[in-house]
């Protein structure tokens, strides 16, 4: 069974700071690997997202986060924090089979001081 | 862009009360899926559905239950609302082989 960690629920940095959330997963073969940002009172936006070819992805709002299968990792960093990065960040995983079912972790939420 | 609307976006029902929560996507997606968003918890699969009429359990489908009778459309029901049930719930649709799933923006259910 697939299962993903995100170590911290909470993370904060100030404006300008880097932005480091991290996530680990546990899945038999290699998944699909999505980040997604929740902001207040609404649903969630996809960020970003591997499936294949190479490990480093861009996604949105100048975030970006590397596949590394070695260390079942896949952390999102953004180099300058900005105050409207604060949110709930939610990393997923689903399987190769087509069904797009998400397993998430349980969020982290960020916040950035001024 | 692909839209997921849900019916409500707050919802207070009374314990025992049957509940419909109701999701529409515009976009031809195959397949649908129900979950549900607790504090610390993440989110978690209620129920999918691949195609009209169809439907399998995600890992928490008890008081639950889902009708698909068009393919825009996937409805969940609680069918004897309890105060466990009180929590934030989101629609998902995605094509299948896509690799990515849109989101509604999601109902605030309050079940007293």
């Known amino acids: 069974a697939q299962s993903v960690t995100q170590l911290g629920s909470h993370v904060s940095v100030s404006e300008g700071a880097l932005v480091l959330l991290r996530c680990n997963y546990s899945?038999?073969?290699?998944?699909?690997l999505f980040w997604y940002v929740q902001y207040p009172n609404q649903g969630l936006q996809l960020l970003l997202k591997y499936t294949t070819g190479a490990t480093l992805v861009k996604g949105i709002n100048g975030f970006e986060a590397e596949f590394k299968k070695s260390e079942t990792s896949f952390h999102l960093t953004k180099p300058s924090a900005h105050m409207s990065d604060a949110a709930e960040y939610f990393c997923?995983?689903?399987?190769?089979?087509?069904?797009?079912?998400?397993?998430f972790g349980k969020g982290t939420k960020l916040t950035v001081n001024p | 862009d692909v839209k997921v609307t849900q019916s409500s976006r707050y919802l207070v029902k009374r314990t025992g009360e049957k509940v419909f929560l109701e999701c529409v996507q515009d976009?031809?997606?195959?397949?649908m899926f129900w979950y549900r968003q607790d504090p610390g918890l993440g989110l978690r699969l209620i129920y999918f559905s691949y195609d009209v009429k169809m439907k399998e359990k995600g890992d928490i489908p008890e008081g639950y239950s889902v009708s698909r009778e068009k393919k825009e459309r996937f409805s969940l029901i609680l069918e004897s609302a309890s105060t466990n049930q009180t929590s934030m719930y989101l629609c998902?649709?995605?094509?299948?082989?896509?690799?990515?799933?849109?989101f509604g923006p999601g109902t605030r259910l309050l079940v007293l």
């Open positions: 976009m031809d997606h195959e397949n």
């Open positions: 997923a995983v689903s399987d190769r089979g087509g069904s797009e079912k998400l397993v």
């Open positions: 998902a649709s995605s094509l299948r082989l896509a690799g990515r799933s849109d």
């Open positions: 899945s038999s073969v290699p998944p699909y």
